[in-house]
């Protein structure tokens, strides 16, 4: 089995920050990318960020210059720096990891999600 576990959402005012972290845990042989996604109400699931093992970030262009993702592979974790944040970044944020497990099987996996509020 494998787990996502999510933590770091909240409320915060705009231009504040928040880090988001995900850690993977169970019978993880390699993760192959890992990163973020977000849902806003009303509008369909939307990459932020995500990180390939050994790869360049890409991020979504409505956070280029903002957030910062970063993965600490020791740890099957990935983080999402979000800084200068906007009430439009509101929305639940999923962190998504496509990894292989130790029986040879690959396929994405996915955090219970984490909700972000940007909000005066």
């Known amino acids: 089995q494998v787990q996502l576990v999510e933590s770091g959402g909240g409320l915060v005012q705009p231009g504040g920050s928040l880090r988001l972290s995900c850690a993977a845990s169970g019978i993880i042989l390699t993760i192959n990318d890992m990163g973020w996604y977000r849902q806003a109400p009303g509008k369909q699931l939307e990459l932020v960020a995500s990180m390939p093992n050994g790869g360049s970030a890409r991020y979504a262009d409505s956070v280029k210059g903002r957030f910062t993702i970063s993965r600490d592979n020791a740890k099957h974790t990935v983080y999402l720096q979000m800084n200068s944040l906007k009430p439009e970044d509101t929305a639940v944020y999923y962190c998504?990891?496509?990894?292989?497990?130790?029986?040879?099987?690959?396929?994405?996996?996915w955090g219970q999600g984490t909700q972000v509020t940007v909000s005066s």
């Open positions: 998504n990891a496509d990894l292989t497990t130790w029986y040879a099987t690959r396929r994405d996996y």
